[in-house]
């Protein structure tokens, strides 16, 4: 990726902007690098004033001579006028908060076996130096798991996702198992941890410390503020390196490197004292998940240590852990296997991980040490009888030879983007193993059915997955269903997905014909689609045009909620039939599944799930005993409508007939549901083809609470505030309804997430490409609109390359190391007396998408592109008001005057139930205003480091320069 080639250069043109275009400011940068945020009084978290906190951060920084603070003045051209508003009563100041790490006042470093050193902020025991092997992990969530896991014992991680720390750490628990609950093991086993970012305000029910706490409680050094994509790809390039983590202060000379793979790191971990003899599980870095698996379906499990003796008279089934380094290493282990193996009466035996390798070698197969290793949530592996494809947790160094296993055996799962193996099996006797971690924790599910495999409640067996989609005849002439004619809800994210459908459609050699009564479209351009008709999106025109054309296929999903609704209508009237046109991808069946809410409850319940507690109703009549069954207040809203078109909140019966009355009026059924206001609502966007192979291509988090709709609320991709539990409960639930409902292509899935629990609903699913699938396809670089055209012709997804690579497998789930914030976009100004009030319904004319290394910056970017005349997170554009409560299109400067007002995060969480995480993050930006506008002074000084700080909060070169002079 030429991303950070060109980013950097552009920093660094960032930063000498201000001072060519305002030399005043030239004089004021010092040469000597200061501290940004010194240690003493002045930290950003001391619960002083504005102008007593922008004093002492002065005083405690260089400058020529003292200058006080005084209030701010006015922007230049304001009016006093603007805010004459009936303005909240700031609150008392907080309490005092955590401690804020001091930003740039020590420092340290990660030294490479290469001769690389890459500086950053010590975290955790920041006094502690560490050495060993720097390997990187790709998963979003799961750091407490990861930390935990016995297999990276000695090893230097590096999480490749730059914002960890954002849900803390939570708090010693056990299950009825008596095993921890949150917890891979008793203890972290990484020799040191590597982040872009530590969050020091963690947000979450269960989290009761923060990262940087637990790991100074357990004396594990911590480094953050390094650049972990260049490092991550130096990894990728030469293979995984030694290192050592040193604080400054600390001669490098004084810790050696070492290579933990020439110890005995399996000894390290395992038990030191033998069990019963009545033999389970051996610990070779046994995670505490893997137990809970095996308890949970019903077996007795006996813990022994790596190199127990195994005799197959003393137990009926034998599971072989996990573990840290070289399974050469692990003799005795291989050497009792091997027994095991021999034995005339063979017993179940199960390996995962070290235990698949320790496997093979017991069985006279060779290992290899890989170049870096895979580490992550998103490793796709083929079944091999099958040619099922699923996603995999991973974390190994070592793999297996596929080549070299003896006869009698078999690979059962191969990696299918780099070829390794990935897991064996006896032909004849019950003796298997894989690489990878069906027992997650942290990571996907997919596979966590293995452990009923080997308890023999189960087979390994899935569904054929049929090679090159020959199951059905390829179309010769396909009808692409465009949007109906623009407007809010079906815009240019039709006119995107529907281009890529024809792309797609036509590198298969397949004649397209499309629908569209929009000219100024891409879609439409002369060369793209082989014949283009102008016309609407109703039954009547449609019928014309198959009559006419002889389509042998029909699309759908590509055209929004007016051409799912006009082919759903077409079938019902028998027209497809009748012309003997093939309905591709989704059926009609599972789109009126997800379109009738009675039935989509029906099938949800099929499945042991459960949508928000919700009636339909026929008339007025029916929808005002719904709202007394459930209780006010209610979400009213109408079936088979655009963008929540007709729907809002009613808190009493007055309203709900206000809004019932106007529903009706283009619609036949509302839909009452009960109000959820304030949980998270969460998105996930989902990719599954013919043959159930499903993956989760995005999942977004809403900043604004449930009952904002999507489109007017500002998402987050990937989810920030989900723990690792929560997170694939989430996705497991997502593959779980879109393979019962069928669904071909792509769709998307909203959830009702309690922020005090594990509770959730769903919301609904939308069986087509929406504005959420857009952003998602940007935010990730995954074609999902091409891809969905692709399997609505029967081509199995791993047959598909992924876009990017051109190498590698379109079945996997991208791993972002970056974070997408997307703000919608009103026009409402343009209208006179029309509310400008944000709600259930949608309102917003477009949306813009920011990528940056942190929320902050995304944010702000992404603020400054929906308007030009916007600088970022700016206080003076709106006073605070009534409207933290009741939100309009310009709440987020509300939020903005609320912050620098004085407000506390708890009282504004209570005003708008926006995640604490989220107001800590904007508070970030407003700390930092202060401190620019402490400078303002013609004798003032202001350090490099604080003007670096603020370009990598998102300020951009005006705001800086406002902040300064204004």
Same mark, same amino acid.
């Given at each position: 990726?030429?991303?950070?080639?060109?980013?950097?250069?552009?920093?660094?043109?960032?930063?000498?902007?201000?001072?060519?275009?305002?030399?005043?400011?030239?004089?004021?940068?010092?040469?000597?690098?200061?501290?940004?945020?010194?240690?003493?009084?002045?930290?950003?978290?001391?619960?002083?004033?504005?102008?007593?906190?922008?004093?002492?951060?002065?005083?405690?920084?260089?400058?020529?001579?003292?200058?006080?603070?005084?209030?701010?003045?006015?922007?230049?051209?304001?009016?006093?006028?603007?805010?004459?508003?009936?303005?909240?009563?700031?609150?008392?100041?907080?309490?005092?908060?955590?401690?804020?790490?001091?930003?740039?006042?020590?420092?340290?470093?990660?030294?490479?076996?290469?001769?690389?050193?890459?500086?950053?902020?010590?975290?955790?025991?920041?006094?502690?130096?560490?050495?060993?092997?720097?390997?990187?992990?790709?998963?979003?969530?799961?750091?407490?798991?990861?930390?935990? $896991?016995?297999? %990276?014992?000695?090893?230097?991680?590096?999480?490749?996702?730059?914002?960890?720390? +954002?849900? @803390?750490?939570?708090?010693?628990?056990?299950?009825? *198992?008596?095993?921890?609950?949150?917890?891979?093991? $008793?203890?972290?086993?990484?020799?040191?941890?590597?982040?872009?970012?530590?969050?020091?305000?963690?947000?979450?029910?269960?989290?009761?410390?923060?990262?940087?706490?637990?790991?100074?409680?357990?004396?594990?050094?911590?480094?953050?503020?390094?650049?972990?994509?260049?490092?991550?790809?130096?990894?990728?390039?030469?293979?995984?390196?030694?290192?050592?983590?040193?604080? $400054?202060?600390?001669?490098?000379?004084?810790?050696?490197?070492?290579?933990?793979?020439?110890?005995?790191?399996?000894?390290?971990?395992?038990?030191?004292?033998?069990?019963?003899?009545?033999?389970?599980?051996?610990?070779?870095?046994?995670?505490?998940?893997?137990?809970?698996?095996?308890?949970?379906?019903?077996?007795?499990?006996?813990?022994?240590?790596?190199?127990?003796?195994?005799?197959?008279?003393?137990?009926?089934?034998?599971?072989?852990?996990?573990?840290?380094?070289?399974?050469?290493?692990?003799?005795?282990?291989?050497?009792?296997?091997?027994?095991?193996?021999?034995?005339?009466?063979?017993?179940? #035996?199960?390996?995962?991980?070290?235990?698949?390798?320790?496997?093979?070698?017991?069985?006279?197969?060779?290992?290899?040490?890989?170049?870096?290793?895979?580490?992550?949530?998103?490793?796709?592996?083929?079944?091999?009888?099958?040619?099922?494809?699923?996603?995999?947790?991973?974390?190994?160094? &070592?793999?297996?030879?596929?080549?070299?296993?003896?006869?009698?055996?078999?690979?059962?799962?191969?990696?299918?983007?780099?070829?390794? +193996?990935?897991?064996?099996?006896?032909?004849?006797?019950?003796?298997?193993?894989?690489?990878?971690?069906?027992?997650?924790?942290?990571?996907?599910?997919?596979?966590?059915?293995?452990?009923?495999?080997?308890?023999?409640?189960?087979?390994?067996? %899935?569904?054929?997955?049929?090679?090159?989609?020959?199951?059905?005849?390829?179309?010769?002439?396909?009808?692409?269903?465009?949007?109906?004619?623009?407007?809010?809800?079906?815009?240019?994210?039709?006119?995107?997905?529907?281009?890529?459908?024809?792309?797609?459609?036509?590198?298969?050699?397949?004649?397209?014909?499309?629908?569209?009564?929009?000219?100024?479209?891409?879609?439409?351009?002369?060369?793209?689609?082989?014949?283009?008709?102008?016309?609407?999106?109703?039954?009547?025109?449609?019928?014309?045009?198959?009559?006419?054309?002889?389509?042998?296929?029909?699309?759908?999903?590509?055209?929004?909620?007016?051409?799912?609704?006009?082919?759903?209508?077409?079938?019902?009237?028998?027209?497809?039939?009748? %012309?003997?046109?093939?309905?591709?991808?989704?059926?009609?069946?599972?789109?009126?599944?997800?379109?009738?809410?009675?039935?989509?409850?029906?099938?949800?319940?099929?499945?042991?799930?459960?949508?928000?507690?919700?009636?339909?109703?026929?008339?007025?009549?029916?929808?005002?005993?719904?709202?007394?069954?459930?209780?006010?207040?209610?979400?009213?809203?109408?079936?088979?409508?655009?963008? @929540?078109?007709?729907?809002? &909140?009613?808190?009493?019966?007055?309203?709900?007939?206000?809004?019932?009355?106007?529903?009706?009026?283009?619609?036949?059924?509302?839909?009452?549901?009960?109000?959820?206001?304030?949980?998270?609502?969460?998105?996930?966007?989902?990719?599954?083809?013919?043959?159930?192979?499903?993956?989760?291509?995005?999942?977004?988090?809403?900043?604004?609470?449930?009952?904002?709709?999507?489109?007017?609320?500002?998402?987050?991709?990937?989810?920030?505030?989900?723990?690792?539990?929560?997170?694939?409960?989430?996705?497991?639930?997502?593959?779980?309804?879109?393979?019962?409902?069928?669904?071909?292509?792509?769709?998307?899935?909203?959830?009702?997430? +309690?922020?005090?629990?594990?509770?959730?609903?769903?919301?609904?699913?939308?069986?087509?490409?929406?504005?959420?699938?857009?952003?998602?396809?940007?935010?990730?670089?995954?074609?999902?609109?091409?891809?969905?055209?692709?399997?609505?012709?029967?081509?199995?997804?791993?047959?598909?390359?992924?876009?990017?690579?051109?190498?590698?497998?379109?079945?996997?789930?991208?791993?972002?190391?970056?974070?997408?914030?997307?703000?919608?976009?009103?026009?409402?100004?343009?209208?006179?007396?029309?509310?400008?009030?944000?709600?259930?319904?949608?309102?917003?004319?477009?949306?813009?998408?920011?990528?940056?290394?942190?929320?902050?910056?995304?944010?702000?970017?992404?603020?400054?592109? #929906?308007?030009?005349?916007?600088?970022? *997170?700016?206080?003076? #554009?709106?006073?605070?008001?009534?409207?933290?409560?009741?939100?309009?299109?310009?709440?987020?400067?509300?939020?903005?005057?609320?912050?620098?007002?004085?407000?506390?995060?708890?009282?504004? %969480?209570?005003?708008?139930?926006?995640?604490?995480?989220?107001?800590?993050?904007?508070?970030?930006?407003?700390?930092?205003?202060?401190?620019?506008?402490?400078?303002?002074?013609?004798?003032?000084?202001?350090?490099?480091?604080?003007?670096?700080?603020?370009?990598?909060?998102?300020?951009? $070169?005006?705001?800086?320069?406002?902040?300064?002079?204004?």
């Amino acid at each position: 990726m030429l991303f950070p080639v060109l980013f950097l250069p552009f920093l660094s043109v960032c930063l000498l902007l201000p001072t060519h275009f305002f030399p005043h400011l030239r004089a004021r940068l010092p040469v000597a690098r200061a501290p940004l945020y010194p240690p003493g009084p002045c930290s950003p978290r001391s619960p002083r004033s504005r102008q007593q906190w922008s004093r002492s951060v002065r005083s405690a920084l260089p400058r020529p001579a003292p200058a006080g603070v005084g209030p701010a003045r006015p922007r230049p051209g304001s009016s006093r006028r603007r805010h004459r508003r009936r303005r909240l009563r700031a609150p008392s100041p907080p309490p005092p908060g955590p401690r804020r790490r001091a930003r740039g006042a020590a420092m340290g470093r990660l030294v490479l076996q290469d001769g690389s050193v890459l500086r950053g902020r010590p975290f955790g025991a920041a006094g502690a130096a560490a050495a060993g092997e720097v390997v990187f992990q790709t998963g979003v969530v799961g750091y407490p798991e990861a930390l935990t $896991d016995p297999s %990276y014992k000695a090893q230097i991680l590096v999480l490749t996702y730059p914002l960890v720390g +954002n849900y @803390g750490v939570p708090r010693d628990e056990t299950d009825p *198992f008596g095993l921890s609950r949150w917890f891979e093991s $008793d203890k972290i086993h990484v020799a040191a941890l590597v982040v872009g970012e530590c969050s020091e305000t963690p947000s979450h029910w269960s989290a009761s410390r923060s990262l940087d706490q637990w790991l100074k409680e357990q004396n594990i050094p911590g480094l953050e503020g390094v650049d972990t994509r260049a490092l991550t790809k130096k990894i990728r390039e030469k293979g995984t390196l030694l290192g050592k983590l040193v604080p $400054d202060g600390t001669p490098e000379e004084s810790l050696c490197f070492e290579d933990p793979n020439k110890r005995h790191l399996v000894q390290e971990v395992s038990l030191k004292v033998g069990g019963s003899l009545r033999v389970t599980a051996v610990d070779c870095g046994l995670k505490y998940n893997q137990v809970r698996c095996l308890c949970e379906r019903g077996a007795a499990v006996t813990v022994v240590p790596w190199d127990h003796p195994l005799d197959t008279a003393d137990f009926d089934g034998l599971f072989i852990s996990n573990g840290p380094g070289d399974p050469q290493l692990c003799q005795e282990t291989v050497s009792s296997l091997r027994r095991v193996l021999d034995a005339p009466q063979p017993k179940p #035996v199960f390996g995962i991980c070290l235990g698949h390798q320790l496997l093979s070698l017991a069985l006279g197969a060779r290992t290899y040490k890989m170049k870096y290793g895979n580490r992550g949530h998103n490793q796709p592996c083929l079944h091999e009888d099958t040619q099922r494809c699923f996603i995999t947790a991973q974390n190994h160094g &070592f793999a297996v030879e596929a080549g070299s296993l003896p006869p009698g055996w078999a690979p059962l799962f191969t990696n299918a983007n780099d070829s390794s +193996n990935e897991g064996l099996v006896h032909q004849h006797k019950p003796f298997f193993s894989v690489q990878f971690h069906p027992e997650h924790r942290a990571g996907p599910t997919d596979l966590e059915g293995l452990f009923d495999v080997f308890r023999l409640r189960d087979w390994l067996t %899935y569904d054929k997955a049929l090679a090159g989609g020959q199951d059905a005849a390829r179309p010769r002439k396909v009808l692409i269903l465009g949007s109906g004619g623009l407007s809010i809800g079906q815009a240019g994210e039709f006119d995107y997905s529907g281009s890529q459908a024809i792309k797609a459609l036509k590198e298969e050699n397949i004649q397209t014909v499309l629908i569209n009564p929009n000219i100024a479209t891409v879609q439409t351009s002369k060369g793209l689609a082989d014949k283009v008709y102008f016309l609407p999106i109703t039954p009547e025109y449609v019928t014309q045009v198959i009559r006419n054309e002889r389509p042998d296929g029909v699309l759908l999903t590509f055209g929004g909620q007016t051409a799912l609704n006009c082919g759903v209508e077409l079938t019902k009237a028998g027209v497809l039939e009748r %012309y003997r046109v093939r309905v591709l991808g989704t059926p009609v069946a599972s789109i009126e599944m997800t379109e009738d809410r009675k039935v989509f409850v029906e099938k949800m319940e099929e499945i042991g799930e459960h949508v928000a507690p919700s009636e339909a109703a026929a008339s007025l009549e029916q929808a005002q005993a719904a709202a007394e069954r459930l209780g006010y207040p209610v979400l009213v809203r109408s079936a088979y409508a655009l963008g @929540g078109l007709g729907s809002g &909140f009613a808190n009493t019966r007055e309203e709900l007939v206000a809004l019932v009355s106007q529903a009706f009026t283009h619609t036949s059924q509302v839909l009452v549901d009960k109000s959820l206001k304030g949980w998270k609502e969460i998105e996930y966007e989902v990719v599954r083809d013919a043959y159930s192979n499903c993956v989760t291509v995005c999942n977004m988090e809403n900043l604004d609470p449930l009952g904002i709709h999507t489109g007017e609320s500002i998402v987050v991709a990937p989810s920030q505030t989900l723990n690792d539990t929560e997170y694939f409960l989430l996705r497991r639930t997502a593959v779980k309804v879109v393979q019962h409902l069928g669904i071909v292509g792509e769709c998307n899935i909203q959830f009702a997430l +309690n922020p005090e629990s594990e509770q959730y609903y769903i919301i609904e699913v939308n069986a087509r490409l929406s504005r959420s699938s857009a952003l998602a396809s940007k935010a990730t670089g995954y074609p999902l609109a091409y891809v969905a055209a692709k399997l609505a012709l029967g081509i199995p997804l791993p047959l598909l390359r992924n876009s990017v690579t051109n190498s590698t497998t379109a079945n996997f789930e991208p791993s972002l190391d970056y974070c997408v914030v997307k703000i919608p976009r009103w026009d409402l100004s343009k209208f006179l007396r029309v509310s400008t009030k944000i709600g259930s319904s949608m309102k917003s004319v477009g949306e813009v998408m920011a990528i940056g290394r942190n929320f902050e910056e995304a944010f702000q970017k992404a603020l400054r592109m #929906v308007d030009e005349n916007c600088v970022g *997170f700016d206080h003076t #554009v709106k006073p605070a008001s009534d409207e933290l409560e009741t939100p309009t299109d310009k709440r987020i400067f509300v939020l903005a005057a609320a912050l620098r007002a004085g407000y506390s995060i708890e009282r504004l %969480y209570e005003l708008t139930k926006i995640d604490r995480w989220f107001l800590h993050k904007m508070k970030n930006i407003t700390d930092h205003a202060v401190l620019l506008e402490s400078y303002r002074e013609e004798q003032s000084t202001m350090p490099p480091a604080v003007l670096e700080r603020a370009k990598q909060l998102g300020f951009s $070169d005006k705001q800086v320069a406002l902040a300064v002079l204004r």
